[in-house]
């Protein structure tokens, strides 16, 4: 007597092609364009955060789904014939797209709609194994979650990024030391006062952290770097709870210091070196490396990080 076909191990099979396809095509737009497909700015900043290249993680994906489909297919229609390794493979990769997800949630604050989608395919794929697949990837998944989540990373990982992968540019200096990272936006005013005071003050040493898509920048010696991510930089002010800009950021041997507002930024540029002495100025505060929380700062001058169009910008 003929067994009848399980719907869900077929629906299943064609879910890990359509799977497959989509993440064919976005290594072949990948090695098209030389970066993936984002549907949001979330994909960029994930994208900047890992240290393995999109592809390589593609290339796994292809080779996982790929497998799950001949798996699925071997089992032609009947659960009896259907490989073991399926069901821990779905479940390893639950765990694992637990972790980015986590990740995202957790360090980078936001989300890559391309992850999330190929998320969905991996629990979907797990649910149509039946209840037991359901509750074992419920457990896998809420183990890694609540495991990741016990983890203190998003401050020193979004810190770390933003301080390389956001640097559009650099200004070498008299001193080298101490590092300044100047937080801005082409289209605030305040922070083109802040640039323009550099023309005549090449003693400090300063890198350029704009929050939004610059392609040039008014100041001779500078040198770019074209591939920065800017939605890194406006990521960690969010995530420190700064919401106006000029920011300059200072790397001193106790800490950092924090300035926000023109006036402010503009006077720390101008004076000596505040860590000879030891006594930062004034308007400013030193936050050790493992603070996580700036308080809000008393400025004169400047621009909201949501909306810092406060003129016309010169630096774009």
């Known amino acids: 007597m003929l067994r009848r076909k399980d719907r869900a191990l ?39 955060m890992i240290r393995v290249s999109p592809l390589v993680f593609n290339a796994v994906g292809l080779f996982f789904f790929q497998t799950i489909y001949w798996g699925l297919r071997a089992a032609r229609g009947d659960r009896r014939r259907l490989p073991p390794f399926v069901p821990y493979l779905l479940l390893a990769a639950l765990g694992a797209e637990a972790v980015l997800t986590s990740f995202q949630y957790l360090v980078v604050h936001t989300f890559c709609a391309y992850c999330l989608t190929i998320f969905g395919f991996t629990v979907l794929l797990n649910c149509l194994l ?102 890194l930089n406006k990521a960690l002010l969010t995530a420190l709870g700064i919401k106006e800009i000029p920011v300059l950021m200072t790397k001193t041997p106790d800490g950092w210091n924090i300035l926000r507002g023109e006036a402010a930024v503009l006077a ?28 809000d700062l008393n400025s004169s001058g400047g621009c909201q990080v949501s909306s810092p169009d406060c003129t016309p910008s010169t630096f774009r």
Request: hydrophobic share 40%; net charge negative; glycine share 8%.
């Open 10 to 48: 077929q629906f299943g099979q064609l879910l890990a092609l359509a799977a497959s396809l989509l993440v064919a095509g976005q290594i072949g737009f990948t090695l098209y364009q030389g970066t993936p497909f984002c549907l949001n700015e979330g994909c960029k900043i994930v994208e900047k």
């Open 130 to 231: 039946g209840l037991r697949q359901i509750l074992t990837g419920a457990l896998v998944a809420a183990t890694v979650s609540l495991t990741y989540a016990s983890l203190d990373l998003h401050q020193p990982a979004a810190g770390r990024q933003a301080f390389t992968a956001g640097v559009f540019a650099s200004r070498p200096g008299v001193t080298k030391y101490p590092e300044h990272y100047l937080f801005y936006a082409s289209t605030c005013v305040h922070c083109e006062q802040v640039i323009a005071s550099l023309k005549t003050n090449g003693r400090v040493t300063v890198y350029f952290n704009p929050i939004d898509q610059v392609n040039s920048i008014d100041l001779a010696d500078a040198t770019l770097n074209p591939a920065y991510a800017p939605e």
């Open 268 to 295: 720390a540029l101008s004076l000596p070196d505040p860590t000879a002495t030891g006594v930062p100025p004034s308007g400013s505060f030193a936050m050790p490396a493992s603070q996580s929380v700036i308080p």
